[in-house]
């Protein structure tokens, strides 16, 4: 219902911000609209991949739609990307052959703007804490609250000092403001793609807890990933000290479980019980013909 309602707050003030800023003649506005239109079509984007990352497994995706959402998330990101770059283009244009803008137009219709955007921004914030899709719709909106901000203060200079290059120089500045809370997002979807481990993640620590273990005498073949937004999984190999039966190794592979999931927060582990030694020794696996 939070990404409904924004999208319905957001597409709507679009155009309106959109008219306003081709009569004041302001590229603030104008920009400040691309940015919130980018935020419509990130909540739509975002609210589908919601919806489909709760769809439960089948034999075709086995692991879900868990991903759905990162890759919107790392779509959200690009597009902020390339309008951010667009922003400048136009602004650097602008700085060379400033044009008459309409400070009063600018300051009612930003400051609008700057409402709706909160109002979104608060329905979102409680969601964009643990999953990446909607964090990266949140600072969309959060940073087109900023945005409508400077654009505020653009039209307040304009109108008391008559100082109209500082509508392109507010621009420059949104533009660099999207870059930089884009930057995060795309950082992090792109990790999660690349079957990166998950952020904060100290595969030292977790190495030397699983080498803790009583009656386990080695680790390898150890991989870890994320599959979706607070989904993490694991697949290893451990070595036990003794050959067990196999209702004594189902109670290593408990309490292993119970590590992962109480510490590193990994709920979806896959390992391989043995008594002998990987052929090749080596943490990861990989054959020495591999290695660089």
Not at 7 to 19: M, N, S
Not at 185 to 206: H, Q, R, T
Not at 208 to 214: A, G, S
């Amino acid at each position: 219902m939070a990404f409904v309602i924004g999208l319905v707050l957001t597409g709507g003030f679009v155009v309106l911000e959109f008219v306003a800023g081709l009569w004041a003649n302001s590229l603030a506005l104008i920009s400040d609209a691309g940015h919130n239109l980018t935020d419509a079509l990130a909540l739509g984007l975002s609210g589908w991949a919601l919806y489909m990352s709760r769809r439960l497994p089948n034999i075709n995706k086995t692991f879900g739609y868990h991903r759905t959402g990162i890759l919107t998330a790392t779509l959200n990101a690009a597009t902020l990307v390339l309008i951010s770059f667009y922003i400048l283009y136009e602004s650097i244009d602008r700085i060379i052959n400033p044009p008459e803008v309409q400070g009063w137009v600018v300051i009612i219709v930003a400051s609008v703007a700057l409402a709706v955007n909160l109002v979104v921004a608060w329905l979102l914030m409680a969601w964009s804490k643990e999953d990446l899709n909607t964090r990266s719709a949140f600072i969309h909106i959060a940073g087109d609250a900023a945005a409508s901000l400077g654009v505020i203060i653009a039209g307040i200079i304009i109108v008391f000092t008559g100082w109209k290059i500082v509508d392109p120089i507010i621009s420059i500045l949104i533009a660099l403001l999207i870059l930089w809370s884009s930057w995060g997002i795309l950082k992090e979807a792109v990790n999660i793609l690349l079957e990166g481990i998950p952020e904060g993640l100290d595969m030292v620590s977790l190495m030397r807890d699983l080498m803790k273990q009583p009656k386990v005498t080695d680790v390898h073949d150890l991989h870890v990933w994320t599959i979706g937004s607070g989904l993490s999984a694991l697949s290893c190999h451990l070595v036990l000290t003794e050959n067990y039966t196999i209702q004594e190794a189902n109670l290593i592979a408990k309490d292993v479980n119970r590590l992962l999931e109480n510490k590193y927060r990994i709920k979806h582990a896959t390992m391989q019980l043995e008594y002998q030694d990987c052929a090749v020794n080596d943490t990861f696996c990989v054959s020495p013909d591999l290695k660089v």
